[in-house]
Protein backbone atom coordinates (compact mmCIF):
# COMPACT_ATOMS: atom_id res chain seq x y z
CA UNK A 1 0.00 0.00 0.00
CA UNK A 2 1.16 3.39 -0.55
CA UNK A 3 2.60 5.56 2.14
CA UNK A 4 0.12 7.68 3.95
CA UNK A 5 1.76 10.70 2.67
CA UNK A 6 0.44 10.53 -0.45
CA UNK A 7 -2.76 9.75 0.31
CA UNK A 8 -5.15 12.85 0.33
CA UNK A 9 -8.11 13.02 2.83
CA UNK A 10 -10.86 15.65 2.05
CA UNK A 11 -13.61 15.98 4.82
CA UNK A 12 -16.49 17.61 4.83
CA UNK A 13 -17.76 18.81 8.51
CA UNK A 14 -19.65 21.78 9.69
CA UNK A 15 -19.37 21.20 13.42
CA UNK A 16 -15.57 22.71 13.82
CA UNK A 17 -14.68 20.83 17.09
CA UNK A 18 -15.37 17.41 15.23
CA UNK A 19 -13.62 18.75 11.95
CA UNK A 20 -9.89 20.27 13.62
CA UNK A 21 -10.22 17.11 15.65
CA UNK A 22 -10.61 14.51 12.45
CA UNK A 23 -8.15 16.68 10.61
CA UNK A 24 -5.45 16.74 13.58
CA UNK A 25 -5.94 12.53 14.10
CA UNK A 26 -5.60 11.96 9.99
CA UNK A 27 -2.58 14.58 10.12
CA UNK A 28 -0.39 12.61 12.86
CA UNK A 29 -0.84 9.27 10.30
CA UNK A 30 0.88 11.36 7.85
CA UNK A 31 -2.41 11.75 5.21
CA UNK A 32 -2.67 15.21 3.28
CA UNK A 33 -6.21 16.34 4.54
CA UNK A 34 -8.48 19.27 3.10
CA UNK A 35 -11.68 20.55 4.56
CA UNK A 36 -14.31 22.00 3.84
CA UNK A 37 -17.38 22.94 6.41
CA UNK A 38 -20.44 23.20 3.90
CA UNK A 39 -21.98 20.28 1.00
CA UNK A 40 -21.51 22.77 -2.00
CA UNK A 41 -17.94 23.46 -1.08
CA UNK A 42 -17.37 19.75 -0.27
CA UNK A 43 -18.26 18.86 -3.59
CA UNK A 44 -16.62 21.15 -5.36
CA UNK A 45 -13.27 20.38 -3.49
CA UNK A 46 -13.93 16.54 -4.57
CA UNK A 47 -14.31 17.09 -8.01
CA UNK A 48 -11.30 19.75 -8.30
CA UNK A 49 -9.22 18.03 -5.76
CA UNK A 50 -9.10 14.77 -6.22
CA UNK A 51 -8.96 13.24 -3.08
CA UNK A 52 -8.32 9.31 -2.44
CA UNK A 53 -11.25 9.20 0.47
CA UNK A 54 -13.89 11.62 1.56
CA UNK A 55 -15.12 11.67 5.12
CA UNK A 56 -18.69 12.70 4.60
CA UNK A 57 -20.77 14.18 7.50
CA UNK A 58 -24.88 13.54 6.76
CA UNK A 59 -26.35 17.12 8.23
CA UNK A 60 -24.50 19.92 6.47
CA UNK A 61 -26.16 23.36 5.55
CA UNK A 62 -27.55 24.04 2.53
CA UNK A 63 -26.49 20.61 0.78
CA UNK A 64 -26.56 18.13 2.95
CA UNK A 65 -24.50 14.73 2.78
CA UNK A 66 -26.80 12.49 1.20
CA UNK A 67 -27.16 14.92 -1.78
CA UNK A 68 -23.38 15.24 -2.29
CA UNK A 69 -23.12 11.34 -2.31
CA UNK A 70 -25.68 11.59 -4.95
CA UNK A 71 -23.83 14.06 -7.11
CA UNK A 72 -20.64 12.41 -6.75
CA UNK A 73 -21.47 8.91 -7.96
CA UNK A 74 -23.51 10.13 -10.72
CA UNK A 75 -20.63 11.89 -12.10
CA UNK A 76 -18.08 9.58 -14.07
CA UNK A 77 -14.64 10.98 -12.15
CA UNK A 78 -15.57 10.87 -8.58
CA UNK A 79 -18.50 7.69 -9.23
CA UNK A 80 -16.00 5.61 -7.38
CA UNK A 81 -14.60 7.71 -4.77
CA UNK A 82 -14.76 5.88 -1.63
CA UNK A 83 -16.46 7.68 0.99
CA UNK A 84 -17.21 7.05 4.85
CA UNK A 85 -20.23 9.00 6.26
CA UNK A 86 -21.03 10.52 9.45
CA UNK A 87 -23.95 10.95 11.23
CA UNK A 88 -25.45 12.04 14.27
CA UNK A 89 -28.19 9.72 14.02
CA UNK A 90 -28.81 6.19 15.18
CA UNK A 91 -31.82 5.71 13.38
CA UNK A 92 -30.96 2.77 10.73
CA UNK A 93 -33.18 4.07 7.95
CA UNK A 94 -30.50 7.29 7.78
CA UNK A 95 -27.64 4.86 7.79
CA UNK A 96 -29.38 2.89 4.55
CA UNK A 97 -30.48 5.94 2.86
CA UNK A 98 -26.83 6.71 3.05
CA UNK A 99 -25.27 3.45 1.75
CA UNK A 100 -28.21 3.29 -1.07
CA UNK A 101 -26.57 6.13 -2.31
CA UNK A 102 -23.43 4.44 -2.69
CA UNK A 103 -21.62 5.51 0.54
CA UNK A 104 -18.95 2.74 1.36
CA UNK A 105 -19.41 2.53 5.09
CA UNK A 106 -20.18 5.10 7.78
CA UNK A 107 -19.62 5.92 11.42
CA UNK A 108 -22.07 7.31 14.14
CA UNK A 109 -21.62 10.36 16.18
CA UNK A 110 -20.04 10.44 18.76
CA UNK A 111 -17.04 8.75 17.47
CA UNK A 112 -13.56 7.62 18.49
CA UNK A 113 -11.59 9.67 16.27
CA UNK A 114 -8.71 6.81 16.39
CA UNK A 115 -11.59 4.24 15.68
CA UNK A 116 -12.49 6.61 12.40
CA UNK A 117 -8.84 7.13 11.41
CA UNK A 118 -8.65 3.07 11.79
CA UNK A 119 -11.87 2.75 9.19
CA UNK A 120 -9.41 5.21 6.86
CA UNK A 121 -7.04 3.26 6.70
CA UNK A 122 -9.00 -0.52 6.25
CA UNK A 123 -11.16 0.81 3.73
CA UNK A 124 -8.14 2.78 1.16
CA UNK A 125 -5.93 -1.08 2.37
CA UNK A 126 -8.80 -2.88 1.08
CA UNK A 127 -8.85 -0.56 -2.27
CA UNK A 128 -4.76 -1.27 -2.52
CA UNK A 129 -5.37 -5.38 -1.72
CA UNK A 130 -8.23 -5.76 -4.34
CA UNK A 131 -5.24 -4.18 -7.43
CA UNK A 132 -2.73 -6.62 -6.18
CA UNK A 133 -4.52 -9.97 -5.28
CA UNK A 134 -3.98 -12.93 -7.86
CA UNK A 135 -5.62 -13.41 -10.14
CA UNK A 136 -5.59 -10.33 -11.70
CA UNK A 137 -9.12 -11.28 -13.47
CA UNK A 138 -12.02 -13.13 -12.70
CA UNK A 139 -14.83 -13.95 -15.18
CA UNK A 140 -18.91 -14.75 -14.81
CA UNK A 141 -19.87 -14.69 -18.06
CA UNK A 142 -20.28 -11.72 -19.65
CA UNK A 143 -18.82 -9.87 -16.75
CA UNK A 144 -15.40 -9.53 -16.13
CA UNK A 145 -13.81 -7.89 -12.84
CA UNK A 146 -9.97 -6.72 -13.31
CA UNK A 147 -8.47 -6.39 -9.78
CA UNK A 148 -5.51 -4.70 -11.17
CA UNK A 149 -7.68 -2.35 -12.23
CA UNK A 150 -9.96 -2.00 -10.46
CA UNK A 151 -12.52 -2.39 -13.23
CA UNK A 152 -15.59 -4.03 -13.69
CA UNK A 153 -17.50 -4.68 -17.88
CA UNK A 154 -20.80 -6.44 -18.12
CA UNK A 155 -21.54 -6.96 -21.96
CA UNK A 156 -18.68 -4.77 -22.63
CA UNK A 157 -19.84 -1.88 -21.25
CA UNK A 158 -17.93 -0.18 -18.04
CA UNK A 159 -19.86 -0.55 -14.83
CA UNK A 160 -19.25 1.81 -12.01
CA UNK A 161 -18.96 0.28 -8.63
CA UNK A 162 -18.06 1.81 -5.24
CA UNK A 163 -15.03 0.38 -3.26
CA UNK A 164 -17.31 -1.78 -1.56
CA UNK A 165 -19.59 -2.89 -3.75
CA UNK A 166 -16.26 -3.52 -6.26
CA UNK A 167 -15.26 -5.45 -2.95
CA UNK A 168 -18.14 -7.32 -2.39
CA UNK A 169 -19.04 -8.64 -6.20
CA UNK A 170 -15.01 -9.67 -5.93
CA UNK A 171 -15.65 -11.93 -3.03
CA UNK A 172 -18.77 -13.64 -4.38
CA UNK A 173 -16.47 -14.29 -7.45
CA UNK A 174 -14.06 -16.00 -5.61
CA UNK A 175 -17.04 -18.12 -3.68
CA UNK A 176 -19.19 -18.76 -6.34
CA UNK A 177 -21.33 -22.14 -5.16
CA UNK A 178 -21.42 -21.41 -1.48
CA UNK A 179 -24.07 -19.93 1.09
CA UNK A 180 -21.87 -17.05 2.93
CA UNK A 181 -23.46 -15.20 5.72
CA UNK A 182 -24.07 -11.69 6.43
CA UNK A 183 -21.75 -11.87 9.22
CA UNK A 184 -18.82 -13.72 6.82
CA UNK A 185 -19.38 -11.01 4.18
CA UNK A 186 -19.43 -8.17 6.38
CA UNK A 187 -15.95 -9.44 7.85
CA UNK A 188 -14.39 -10.44 4.60
CA UNK A 189 -15.35 -7.26 2.67
CA UNK A 190 -15.60 -4.31 5.28
CA UNK A 191 -13.25 -5.80 8.00
CA UNK A 192 -13.61 -7.30 11.30
CA UNK A 193 -13.56 -4.23 13.67
CA UNK A 194 -16.85 -2.82 11.61
CA UNK A 195 -19.55 -2.42 13.93
CA UNK A 196 -22.49 -1.59 11.37
CA UNK A 197 -25.57 -3.58 10.79
CA UNK A 198 -26.25 -6.21 8.41
CA UNK A 199 -28.43 -4.27 6.46
CA UNK A 200 -25.30 -2.94 4.60
CA UNK A 201 -25.01 -6.26 2.99
CA UNK A 202 -28.76 -6.24 1.56
CA UNK A 203 -27.86 -2.80 0.82
CA UNK A 204 -25.19 -3.86 -1.27
CA UNK A 205 -26.54 -6.51 -2.93
CA UNK A 206 -29.98 -4.67 -4.33
CA UNK A 207 -27.23 -1.66 -5.76
CA UNK A 208 -25.24 -4.40 -7.63
CA UNK A 209 -27.97 -6.17 -8.49
CA UNK A 210 -29.58 -2.96 -10.00
CA UNK A 211 -26.03 -1.78 -11.93
CA UNK A 212 -25.24 -5.41 -12.85
CA UNK A 213 -29.00 -6.75 -14.08
CA UNK A 214 -26.74 -10.50 -15.14
CA UNK A 215 -26.85 -10.65 -11.59
CA UNK A 216 -30.69 -10.31 -10.57
CA UNK A 217 -30.80 -14.01 -10.84
CA UNK A 218 -27.35 -15.48 -9.81
CA UNK A 219 -27.19 -14.46 -6.65
CA UNK A 220 -29.73 -16.17 -4.72
CA UNK A 221 -30.93 -14.61 -0.88
CA UNK A 222 -30.67 -17.54 1.22
CA UNK A 223 -33.65 -16.77 3.95
CA UNK A 224 -32.22 -15.84 7.65
CA UNK A 225 -28.39 -16.34 6.42
CA UNK A 226 -26.77 -14.52 3.31
CA UNK A 227 -26.11 -15.26 -0.27
CA UNK A 228 -24.99 -17.18 -2.43
CA UNK A 229 -23.76 -16.43 -6.09
CA UNK A 230 -24.65 -19.37 -9.01
CA UNK A 231 -21.52 -21.39 -9.97
CA UNK A 232 -20.77 -21.06 -13.64
CA UNK A 233 -17.94 -21.93 -15.42
CA UNK A 234 -17.13 -18.65 -17.15
Known amino acids: MAPASSKKILIVEDERDILHLVKHY ?11 ATGAEGLTLAKSDHPD ?6 MLPGMDGLEVCKRLRADQPTASLPI ?6 AEESD ?14 KPFSPKALVARVKALLRRIERSKDEA ?10 LDRSRHEVTANGKDVTLTAKEFGLLDYLLQHQGRVLTREVLLNAVWGYEYYGTTRTIDVHVRRLKQKIPLLNDAIISIKSLGYKLRERDS
Open 26 to 36: LEKEGYRVSTA
Open 53 to 58: LLVLDL
Open 84 to 89: IMLTAK
Open 95 to 108: TVIGLELGADDYVT
Open 135 to 144: PARSAYGPLV
